[in-house]
């Protein structure tokens, strides 16, 4: 049992200071992490330290007001501090018990521009990080303001090497990452990821992102990142009625990209559970009408070569029930994909079928045969004619049996029209109400959120767990198209990057990793063993098998480990990486015995040698392991794949032998 104080900010003693403090600081509560907070010279700063070492030197603190001029902060008051240990449980995730361990500081800034006169900033301070955000509780109640810019900075210290790419692209978030000096950042989407020559990795986000926009990051070319944020069409970055608070503004700090990857500081910023019982939210697997699509074997829109049909989709549903898989997603269902879909999304219906889709006939279907239907909706940006019919929408599906749907938004980010004809940023303000009034609406029918060309995940699936999962990158579908497909690397890159942030729907599982393709980038550049790992190490509540079914029955020998893999977690431990180079994960199922560890590398071979002293000591497992086989390699031999049997226990180690694009994929089955 962890030790609980009383302790959240509203019941911290207050030591009221008569006079404005210049300075203030706190440690976390191991005293590993320090911050400070200062005002001097009109200006409110914050700074950074691990073990007496500087990593954030002090950096600006602040918002500017439309009508306001940028306020010069005379006082530092009001300081209050408090500690907090408990524990608290997840429906379903990654891990099931969380401990939330952190010392709170919040103080008063005194400004001398109106709506800066008071200005709260709160910050936690955990051991693996920090998060702290503006409280603005004097603004009268319902006084509109709009915010002009946001004067966050994050001012580094010391050499970075960097992973990101450049923000407000107009594919949104799936781009390829790169890797450059830190300093040679212009504007970066988060999270931002660095390593540096100190030995520590940062990693800089947001937390609860609601009814704010979505915040990028500016570098200014010698180190230090200014907070920017998604306008409106007219400029403004954003507007809110007092009283109001910010998102959190993250800052994970670790001596290994583990480190990063194994922190819960983006779910412990985010409020609890406000749903109640979620017991009707449902992690599982899936197969579905999907990637035909993309090698051009059927059509979303109706005709001839039509994939959803009520034959195909009971087709699938067949599958599905006969391999133990829980839903068969379905797109190209419902009337508006003929033509050009994406300039003509407002010609959408989210109730009506298409004359060849019985959708009550296949629900009922997938009833009697234990499998649901994962219901979609793609808008193609047209956010007013989906809101529209939104309760209409998810009224249907409720009534039908629909437990999940997948939410769709392809449109070029900057583009999405609202009900004035502005055209918004597919992360700003306007798309983030947006977002979530869509799970808000699920969620009084039951129905869980998977959003694809989403705004990003900032751990709001703790308050809402109906908001499953979310794209937000480049996943598979990329590996369809060749224009180029993702590069190995790319999956040793999203672990410690996008996958911060939360759950990624990137559906793996391709066994045809050729489709007919001779050109390497027109084709997965991965192994077999590597896809299987996929499931293992990008975490997913609800995970896709996205083959054809006839490839999973040509490999029935692969296929086991994606029939056995679970996709809710009692615990999950990142082993050992390096961002863009490796990584090995292993996670327990929810109340099981089992592990599994799914590891990958890069386009070049490795040899890594495992320890297994995350299994329980004293239990003998039987190591079910699927690996690249001799002479496998993503570019020449993607396919060969080697399955072997070896009891181990916690004392043994593993030599994991990746090949070129490769990885491992191994089911530690308890035999005792």
């Known amino acids: 049992m962890f030790f609980r104080l009383c302790l959240a900010s509203a019941l911290f003693s207050v030591s009221a200071i008569a006079q404005a403090a210049a300075r203030e600081c706190a440690q976390s509560p191991n005293r590993i992490l320090e911050v400070c907070v200062t005002v001097d010279g009109g200006a409110a700063r914050y700074s950074v330290s691990r073990l007496g070492k500087p990593v954030l030197a002090p950096s600006a603190l602040g918002l500017t007001f439309k009508g306001e001029g940028a306020a010069r902060y005379t006082g530092l008051s009001n300081v209050r501090r408090g500690r907090s240990d408990t ?11 969380i401990r939330d361990d952190h010392v709170e500081l919040a103080v008063t800034l005194a400004g001398d521009t109106p709506l800066n006169r008071t200005v709260g900033v709160i910050f936690r301070l955990f051991d693996d990080g920090i998060g702290f955000r503006y409280v603005y509780g004097d603004v009268p109640a319902g006084q509109a303001v709009e915010v002009a810019s946001e004067r966050t900075e994050f001012r580094t210290k ?3 090497q960097a992973w990101w790419y450049e923000a407000l692209g107009q594919e949104r978030d799936e781009y390829l990452y790169t890797q450059t000096d830190a300093r040679r950042i212009t504007t970066a989407e988060t999270p931002l990821t660095m390593k540096g020559e100190n030995g520590l990795y940062l990693s800089f986000h947001e937390a609860a992102l609601i009814d704010y926009p979505s915040m990028l990051l500016a570098g200014d070319g010698a180190g230090t990142l200014t907070a920017r944020l998604m306008p409106w069409p007219d400029g403004v970055a954003a507007r809110r009625r007092g009283p109001f608070e910010t998102p959190w503004r993250t800052i994970l700090i670790g001596t290994s990209a583990g480190a990063l990857a194994d922190s819960r500081i983006e779910l412990n ?46 087709a699938y549903i067949d599958f599905a029930a006969r391999n133990g898989f829980d839903g068969v997603l379905v797109e190209g269902w419902n009337k508006g994909w003929d033509g050009d ?7 959408f219906d989210f109730t009506n079928p298409y004359p060849d889709f019985d959708l009550k006939a296949v629900t009922d279907y997938g009833r009697q ?9 793609e808008t193609g940006g047209a956010v007013v004619n989906y809101e529209n019919q939104l309760d209409e929408a998810m009224k249907l599906y409720e009534r039908v049996g629909v437990a999940a749907v997948k939410t769709g938004y392809v449109k070029h980010s900057g583009t999405i029209t609202d009900r ?64 180029p497909t993702n590069p190995p690397e790319h999956l040793t890159i999203l672990p410690f990057t996008r996958m911060l942030a939360g759950p990624m729907d990137y559906t793996p599982g391709i066994f045809d990793l050729t489709f007919g393709q001779t050109e390497l980038t027109h084709r997965v550049q991965s192994t077999l063993a590597t896809q299987l790992a996929e499931y293992v190490v990008l975490y997913s509540p609800i995970q896709m098998a996205a083959d054809l079914p006839e490839n999973y029955d040509a490999r029935p020998d692969a296929f086991q480990f994606i029939r056995d893999v679970p996709t809710d977690w009692e615990i999950s431990r990142t082993l050992q990486a390096e961002i863009g180079d490796f990584v090995v994960v292993a996670r327990q199922p929810r109340g099981g015995t089992d592990w599994f560890l799914g590891a990958i590398t890069d386009e070049s071979a490795r040899t890594l040698t495992q320890s297994l002293d995350f299994l329980t000591p004293g239990k003998r497992y039987e190591a079910q ?11 020449t031999n993607p396919h060969a794949l080697r399955i072997e049997r070896k009891i181990v226990t916690s004392r043994d180690r593993l030599v994991l032998d990746l090949a070129p694009g490769g990885g491992a994929a191994i089911r530690f089955k308890d035999v005792e």
């Not at 879909?341 to 010609?347: E, H, P, S, T, V």
Request: zero cysteines; charged letters at 25%; aromatic letters at 12%.
């Open 369 to 377: 045969k234990g499998v649901r239907l994962i219901g979609h909706h």
């Open 341 to 347: 879909w994406i300039a003509n999304g407002d010609k």
């Open 420 to 483: 004035e004809g502005g055209r918004q940023w597919f992360a700003g303000q306007y798309m983030v109400r947006h977002n979530l009034k869509v799970a808000e609406t699920a969620a009084r029918y039951h129905i869980a959120i998977d959003a694809h060309e989403p705004v990003k995940d900032t751990g709001l699936r703790r308050t809402w767990p109906n908001m499953v999962s979310r794209e937000g990158a480049r996943g598979q579908e990329f590996n369809a198209w060749g224009r």
């Open 269 to 314: 910023l985010n409020a609890p559970n406000k749903l109640g019982d979620v017991s009707w939210v449902k992690p599982g697997k899936y197969v579905g009408i999907w990637w035909e699509m993309h090698l051009n074997r059927s059509t979303w829109g109706s005709g001839a070569k039509h994939g959803a049909t009520t034959a195909n989709a009971k």
């Open 625 to 635: 392991i699927y690996a690249d086989a001799p002479g496998a390699d993503y570019r």
């Open 87 to 97: 524990q608290w449980e997840q429906p379903w995730g990654e891990q099931r018990l």
């Open 158 to 160: 010391g050499a970075y």
